[in-house]
């Protein structure tokens, strides 16, 4: 039996969900199935034996500093099939060029990718519950088929080359990401924080720490934040708010769904 691994990173939920999606659609097709975050796990020890599915958010039209990371230092593969998916409010532009050159260069055998649109997650200023709940069920159907696609040797991997790899590069630029760090400010208001630590658990670069003075969260300059939106997403009294104290908070999935599959990191069939 065919066994496929999910790798997935997710802020404020949307790629978890097709991440889960993928995974009870290849369930139910018989197909061993784990899946593991991946700032829960080193990219060294991904498993070239079997399929492995990268299940991830859009940022700045490319992707998260710590995807790339990830996806760069994957091991060398010998044709290892492996496919891509995303997650975005619109529109990329510059990852499926990009991460289909990374998997070829390592050896892996690309056998697809897809873009799916789930509900906005970055300066929201607007809630419509009921039409991001319609965007989270097209996107969990259209995650299915391309999953289907996959077992059946239907999907492809699309891409624009050069226009893809050149819309890719502000999201790789370690400049653009010091620039991000210095204008997009995690804000904490302690008045409204109950210091219940969420954030620091789940923040994947530690740049929110605890403070063993006051109890109160705090960021950590000299740390990276990779504007994941986890600490804004899941703080339960909306405490902490990223670039803009008028942006609305948003979640894909609840707080503990968040908190199991980060604390399990790996989900077996």
């Known amino acids: 039996m065919e066994t496929y691994h999910l790798y997935w990173f997710s802020g404020s939920g949307n790629s978890l969900i097709i991440c889960k999606a993928i995974l009870e659609e290849l369930i139910a097709n018989d197909y061993n199935v784990t899946m593991t975050s991946m700032d829960k796990c080193n990219p060294k020890d991904v498993d070239i034996n079997v399929v492995n599915g990268f299940i991830v958010p ?98 492809k991997f699309r891409d624009i080359p050069i226009y893809s790899t050149l819309m890719g590069m502000p999201s790789k630029s370690k400049l653009v990401s010091k620039l991000m760090n210095k204008m997009v ?34 960021t950590v300059e000299n740390t990276p934040c990779i504007q994941c939106l986890r600490c804004m997403s899941f703080c339960h009294s909306e405490a902490i708010k990223v670039g803009n104290k008028k942006n609305l908070t948003y979640r894909g ?10 604390n399990t990191s790996k989900k077996t069939s």
């Not at 997650?121 to 965007?135: F, G, L, V």
Request: some cysteine; charged content about 25%; hydrophobic content about 35%.
């Open 58 to 155: 859009v940022y700045e039209q490319g992707l998260s500093p710590l995807v790339w990371d990830f996806l760069n230092n994957l091991p060398k593969s010998n044709n290892s099939p492996a496919f891509f998916a995303d997650t975005m409010m619109a529109y990329s532009g510059g990852v499926k060029g990009p991460v289909k050159k990374i998997l070829k260069n390592k050896g892996y055998l690309p056998l697809g990718a897809i873009e799916i649109v789930m509900p906005n997650n970055y300066y929201k200023r607007k809630n419509n519950i009921e039409k991001d709940q319609r965007k989270i069920e097209k996107g969990i159907i259209k995650a299915k088929k391309f999953t289907n696609d996959i077992i059946n040797n239907k999907s």
């Open 185 to 218: 400010k995690v804000l904490i208001d302690e008045e409204l924080c109950n210091k219940c630590g969420i954030c620091t658990m789940i923040c994947p670069t530690g740049h929110i720490i605890v403070d063993e003075v006051t109890g109160y969260p705090k």
């Open 253 to 262: 999935v609840s707080i503990k769904e968040m908190l199991k599959e980060l």
